[in-house]
């Protein structure tokens, strides 16, 4: 099993009819994906972020699956432009010694795929993802969703 944890944080000047619609879209990536197992949306609590997101897939092909529905893209492609920061952490029970590079070439691949994603990556002020492929430019740190 792995437990994909999305941790968001909306840029000041979005109103609140935004900020709804963008957790809409975060609750629709969990929703009509049936590779998505189990979800849960809504405000953090205790963190450092405003919105988390949990999607829940039983292994490698349903993470793959979950990256690339259109549903996803389609939020990636409206939310990355309009987060503050983002940070995306994975847990799983694998035992696999070499499951955190396949996670992290699965993120690669998914914006090799997807060079527009890339490119508000890019651009994004604070945007983490698990094996830290892609640049954040005005962070310096490291990127991907």
Avoid: C
Wanted: proline share 5%; glycine share 10%.
């Amino acid at each position: 099993m792995i437990f994909h944890i999305n941790r968001a944080t909306y840029k000041a000047g979005l109103s609140e009819e935004q900020r709804r619609a963008g957790v809409e879209m975060l609750r629709q990536s969990g929703a009509v994906n049936p590779a998505v197992k189990s979800y849960v949306v809504g405000p953090e609590l205790g963190g450092e972020f405003e919105y988390g997101a949990v999607y829940v897939f039983e292994d490698l092909d349903g993470y793959w699956a979950y990256l690339n529905h259109p549903v996803h893209v389609r939020e990636e492609l409206w939310g990355i432009p309009h987060l503050e920061k983002f940070a995306a952490i994975d847990v799983s029970d694998s035992d696999d010694p070499e499951f955190g590079a396949k996670v992290a070439a699965l993120q690669a691949r998914h914006q090799q795929e997807h060079p527009e994603l890339a490119a508000l990556v890019a651009q994004a002020a604070s945007f983490t993802v698990p094996g830290g492929t892609g640049q954040s430019a005005a962070a310096g740190g490291q990127a991907e969703a």
